[in-house]
Every structure is written in structure tokens, then in C-alpha cells.
């Protein structure tokens, strides 16, 4: 079945940008997902990328697609205290698949130093 | 429309016992998604429900577990004879489809916790 993979855990300090990588194993995903979760809180979805797309910027958050390697990964510029949570990384099952589910990685924990 | 809700926010029960949980999804997003996560981990794919149809179960989804929606709009998931292995925050999630679906929307979780 489809996979996907972070690093479990990443230390800033406040101010420095962070990057956190991912890589998923279904070659067919059309979109992936970067999503947020605060202790005790459900997932804020932060940004996407389709396929066809190698970078998408939004504001201090950075999305790059290696599809070839089946790399993404997420950049936060400016990090801040309050960026401090889980950051989890999903693959959407592309239509080859027939899925209509997401396939989310470990989460990398984001500790962000003042 | 504030989101996805779910209902209870926190569940404590004993082994044996059945539990139901009720999620609403944004009034206009036909698909509904039921995930479980456990501590360390990132969410699990249960099922989805296209309108009132379920188009997908998970092999993670055992016979003591049933899913509905029966008016294409809130969805209840049931366990029976919980097991201490049950024990999960229980996310729902909702989108709108057309050719492809572009972000989903979760509620802020059920925490079972089995005894």
C-alpha cells in the first residue's frame, strides 16, 4: 500500500527558517498536503501542491515537489514560537488507485526556540 | 457553518461496551472520511462516504466497527465490544468532490479512551 515518510522530529531557533521533508511512495498521487496539529487540536490544513507543480509559495510557508524522487518538502520562513506543533505530511491516492482517502505520514514535531 | 463538528469531544468507557460517535460535515461537502490516530502517530484511513453511499473501508476497520450516513449528511460510528486497542482520537473529515477533491476539512476529534 501506499507510504509516507517524515522525519519525527526538527529544532529551530526563532527567526531561522525550517524544513521539514517528507517522501511517499504512491507515484500516482495527484495533490499532497501539508497539515498542522496543535496539542489537543484536529488538523489545520496549512497548504497543498498538485503533481504537475514543483514549487507553490504561500506566504511564509514554501512547498517543493521532487516528483521524480517522490520528495516534498515544506519550508517556513521567519519561524516563530507559535509555529511550534506537529506538521504532518499526506498523499492524496491518485485516480490510477481509485483512492479518495489520504495517506498521512508520523508527523515531524517542530520545536521552535526563542 | 463553523466546520466540522464532532460530538463527544471526549469518551471514557468500559471494556465491552459500545460507543457511538457523530460527526457533521459542512453543510455543502458531500464527502465525509473517518481516520483514528493514535498517540505518536498520524491519522488512519477507516472509511468514506460519498452523499449516503460508503465507497471505502479500511482492513483496519473490523467487524465491531459500523459507519453510517444515512441522509447523505451526519455520520455516526459505532464500536462495539470496545477493546483497550480501540483507544484513539477518532477524526472525521469533509470535502466537496467534483473531478477531484482539493482539501479536507477535520473536525476536532473524539478521544476514546477504553478502560
Known amino acids: 500500500g501506499e507510504d509516507v515518510e517524515q522525519s519525527l522530529f526538527l529544532s529551530v531557533r526563532e527567526g531561522d527558517s525550517s524544513v521539514i521533508n517528507c517522501t511517499y511512495t504512491?507515484?500516482?498521487?495527484?495533490?499532497l498536503y501539508w497539515y498542522k496539529q496543535e496539542p489537543g487540536a484536529g488538523l489545520q490544513l496549512l497548504t497543498y501542491i498538485f503533481s504537475n507543480m514543483d514549487m507553490k509559495q504561500d506566504q511564509r510557508l514554501t512547498v517543493l515537489l521532487n516528483k521524480k524522487d517522490k520528495h516534498l518538502s515544506l519550508r517556513i520562513a521567519d519561524t516563530q514560537t507559535g509555529d511550534s506543533a506537529i506538521y504532518f505530511c499526506?498523499?492524496?491516492?491518485?485516480?490510477?488507485?481509485?483512492?479518495?482517502?489520504?495517506?498521512f505520514g508520523s508527523g515531524t514535531r517542530l520545536q521552535v526556540q526563542p | 457553518d463553523t466546520g466540522v463538528s464532532q460530538n463527544p469531544r471526549h469518551k471514557i468507557t468500559k471494556r465491552g461496551q459500545n460507543v457511538t460517535f457523530r460527526c457533521d460535515p459542512i453543510s455543502e461537502h458531500n464527502r465525509l472520511y473517518w481516520y483514528r490516530q493514535t498517540l505518536g502517530q498520524g491519522p488512519e484511513f477507516l472509511t468514506y462516504f460519498q452523499n449516503e453511499a460508503q465507497l471505502e473501508k479500511s482492513r483496519l476497520l473490523s467487524d465491531r466497527f459500523s459507519a453510517e450516513r444515512p441522509k447523505g449528511s451526519f455520520s455516526t460510528l459505532e464500536i462495539q465490544r470496545t477493546e483497550q486497542g480501540d483507544s484513539a482520537m477518532y477524526l472525521c473529515?469533509?470535502?466537496?468532490?467534483?473531478?477531484?477533491?482539493?482539501?479536507?476539512?477535520f473536525g476536532s476529534g473524539t478521544r476514546l479512551t477504553v478502560v
Open positions: 499526506a498523499s492524496e491516492g491518485g485516480m490510477d488507485t481509485g483512492r479518495r482517502a489520504l495517506t
Open positions: 473529515a469533509s470535502s466537496f468532490q467534483m473531478l477531484q477533491t482539493i482539501g479536507y476539512t
Open positions: 504512491d507515484s500516482s498521487s495527484t495533490y
